[in-house]
């Protein structure tokens, strides 16, 4: 062979190789993206855990309700309502006599009256004698000592009508008024007995609203807020489906050691009556670890890791390891929370931010 058709050989072998690289390249750059990884997932447990619910004893009680006093002393002289009556705001519940009551109201007003004439007396006597000042008839001094009277009198006048006030008003208490629309619940004092100021006389209640008080250990006040719903079970019928009340107050924790805690719980309207033993439940919540399969755990020379997949995308998320509890691991709260769905097989080929699909 010559050597012209031996470099017409190498050239020809050369070209068949460019086109063959060329052709290559460009089915690289048209060929589709990876695919989805096939992974199999499983939730992270922990957080909250709920405990069983204790049961506290108490009574149903009206929301509104007053023991009604008279401020003053006397002797029950009228009674016109009977127990159970429904009354009205305003409605005279008890009528008590004191004899001391209405002469001491009269003496007030007679006593003001007096010091009112008095005291016009000694201002038309001013304003004559001011008239007579300036015409120089009545000295400076006269003036004054007029002056100092009229505004003396003026002083004991609104002193008076304080007086008269306060005898009116405690003429007024010996009238025991409702000052709510209610019930009649107990009549504690009898027709024409002796009633000492701030003894009980009626027990009044609203039927509008209903509410329980519970007593609680001071640890488990930490357990229960304002606003919190808590189930209710008739004693009588513990089978029932509870009512759902609404915790409204919690005492403050007391120094006193071994001291039960008020709780007040408040009621739906039309669920149970006033007077009614109940008991309400209070569930303490616990903080439980968090876990993740033994197998989702992965260790490279960054530390430990999982990966989370969100949007059927992984994402690699540091953990910190704390003991390994049969085929799970306890890890330290951080960036994952109960109910993540995290990787525990395909990890061999999964890399931070790779699509997947889950089998």
């Known amino acids: 062979m010559s050597r012209l058709s031996l470099n017409l050989s190498v050239i020809a072998g050369i070209a068949l190789a ?38 506290f004893s108490g009574i149903v009680r009206a ?8 401020q003053v002393s006397g002797t029950l002289k009228e009674r016109p309502v009977e127990l159970g009556q429904t009354v009205q705001p305003g409605d005279v519940l008890a009528h008590l006599y004191n004899p001391a009551l209405e002469p001491a109201r ?48 003026r002083a004991s006048m609104a002193t008076a009508e304080a007086s008269l006030a306060e005898a009116s008003r405690l003429l007024e208490e010996s009238l025991l008024k409702a000052p709510f629309a209610g019930q009649v619940e107990a009549l504690l004092v009898e027709r024409d007995e002796f009633v000492a100021a701030g003894q009980p006389v009626v027990r009044l209640s609203s039927p509008l ?4 008080e519970v007593r609680l250990p001071a640890h488990l006040l930490t357990h229960v807020r304002v606003g919190q719903e808590l189930p209710v079970w008739r004693v009588q019928d513990r089978n029932r489906t509870p009512a759902t009340g ?51 755990v992965v260790r490279d020379s960054t530390g430990t890791s999982v990966f989370r997949v969100e949007d059927n995308t992984a994402h690699r998320v540091p953990v910190e ?34 699509t997947v699909e889950v089998r």
């Open 246 to 296: 609404t915790v409204v107050e919690i005492a403050q924790g007391s120094a006193i050691r071994g001291e039960l805690h008020p709780v007040l719980v408040s009621l739906p309207p039309n669920s149970l009556a006033s007077g009614e033993p109940v008991e309400v439940g209070i569930a303490p919540v616990r903080k439980s670890a968090i876990t993740v399969p033994l197998l989702a």
């Open 106 to 153: 009269d003496s007030a007003a007679a006593r003001l009256q007096e010091l009112k004439t008095q005291y016009e007396q000694a201002q038309r006597e001013w304003e004559r004698s001011r008239r007579l000042h300036t015409r120089g008839v009545v000295s400076e001094q006269t003036l004054e000592q007029i002056a100092a009277r009229r505004d003396s009198l």
């Open 18 to 55: 460019a086109i063959s690289l060329s052709g290559c390249g460009d089915s690289q750059a048209d060929a589709p993206e990876s695919a989805p990884v096939s992974v199999r997932l499983a939730s992270v447990t922990g957080g909250e855990l709920q405990e069983i619910p204790l049961r």
């Open 209 to 212: 609203g209903r509410e329980v």
């Open 63 to 70: 929301a509104q309700r007053a023991t009604l006093t008279f």
């Open 321 to 354: 390891v704390d003991r390994v509890i049969g085929e799970r691991v306890m890890v330290h709260p951080g960036a994952l929370s109960p109910g993540d769905h995290v990787v525990y097989a395909g990890m061999t080929r999964l890399v931070d931010g790779d």
